[in-house]
Nanobody
Framework: QVQLVESGGGLVQAGGSLRLSCAASGRLGTWYRMAWSRQAPGKEREFVAAISSSGTQTTYADSVKGRFTITRDNAKNTVFLQMISLKPEDTAVYYC?????????????????WGQGTQVTVAS
């Protein structure tokens, strides 16, 4: 089993910044991709950023490209999401996910484990 614990969410004004963290523990494989997704009330879950197992490849949804940056610290089994220029439409519960594999992916089917989520609220 793998456990994922997110932190760093909160309330921020539009244009502000937040940094989310996700600590992974348990039976992590040698190669595991990680990602962040989000779900706003009444909307489907959207993958926003993903990173390869090595950390050298990243991919982003168009909605966050240029504003969000995903990074990871493999020594600490932790992934981060730096968010800048936040907009009210970024308001959602943000979830960390991980799955076996090397390449970054924004596909839900490539992930097996999910965290409980952290709320991000952007006030206008």
């Amino acid at each position: 089993q793998v456990q994922l614990v997110e932190s760093g969410g909160g309330l921020v004004q539009a244009g502000g910044s937040l940094r989310l963290s996700c600590a992974a523990s348990g039976r992590l494989g040698t190669w595991y991709r990680m990602a962040w997704s989000r779900q706003a009330p009444g909307k489907e879950r959207e993958f926003v950023a993903a990173i390869s197992s090595s950390g050298t490849q990243t991919t982003y949804a168009d909605s966050v490209k240029g504003r969000f940056t995903i990074t990871r610290d493999n020594a600490k089994n932790t992934v981060f999401l730096q968010m800048i220029s936040l907009k009210p439409e970024d308001t959602a519960v943000y979830y960390c996910a991980t799955g076996s594999g090397s390449w970054a992916s924004l596909r839900a089917n490539d992930y097996d484990y999910w965290g409980q989520g952290t709320q991000v609220t952007v006030a206008s």
